[in-house]
């Protein structure tokens, strides 16, 4: 009666493995970028064998923590609520979470970016539904209408990026940070009319 239970269980072995070890990569790397595949499996206390099962070298494990960063920040912004309050509020909260998550993806942020145009490709799609966001904005009077809406969301995920590479040379908190960006973006974008409220 135990064997047919087996598989089942050593497959949540494994996804509990492949989690671990996701997890101790994105802090490893956010500490350090330059970290080993050794020091990563130290810290998820697991061995280098079970690391290599999972990823069979660095660059298989970056491309897992980019594909993590990605859905982490589609769930984000579905917990935002981006059809409650008005446009402004709901740039706040975004930028308020995914700053949170920031610093655990700082390897990925820091160094994918500017040259890989899938990764671009991937965070533009994962923040599209602030597009709609913005055009409510602009439609209710609260955003300039001279910025297109593509560029005011990516004017909002390079700021965050700069955040996130600027990390280590600055002392605010995460929500500092948050702050800072969103009062930067708000600068720009937000009407005259709508200013004194932000």
């Known amino acids: 009666m135990s064997s ?15 989690r671990a070890l996701l997890a101790a990569a994105a802090d490893e790397f956010a500490r350090n970028p330059d970290s080993s595949m050794a020091d990563v499996a130290q810290a998820a206390n697991l061995t280098r064998a ?6 069979s070298n660095r660059q298989a494990l970056l491309g897992a923590i980019q594909a993590e960063a990605i859905t982490r920040a589609s769930e984000t912004l579905i917990a935002c609520r981006l059809d409650e309050g008005c446009a402004l509020e709901v740039l706040g909260r975004v930028i308020g979470e995914l700053g949170k998550h920031g610093m655990r993806f700082r390897i990925i942020l820091m160094r994918a970016p500017d040259h890989n145009a899938r990764f671009l490709a991937q965070r533009d799609q994962a923040l599209a539904p602030l597009v709609e966001v913005i055009k409510r904005g602009q439609a209710e009077g609260d ?23 600027a990390a280590p040379r600055t002392k605010h908190s995460d929500a500092g940070v948050s702050d800072l960006i969103y009062r930067t973006l708000v600068g720009g974008i937000a009407t005259q009319a709508s200013t004194g409220d932000a």
């Open 143 to 165: 955003i300039r209408t001279d910025l297109s809406p593509e560029w005011i969301v990516t004017a909002m995920a390079s700021l965050l990026i700069s955040a996130v590479r």
């Open 50 to 55: 079970t690391l290599y099962r999972h990823f």
């Open 4 to 18: 047919p239970k087996q598989p089942a269980a050593t497959r949540i072995d494994v996804e509990r493995h492949h």
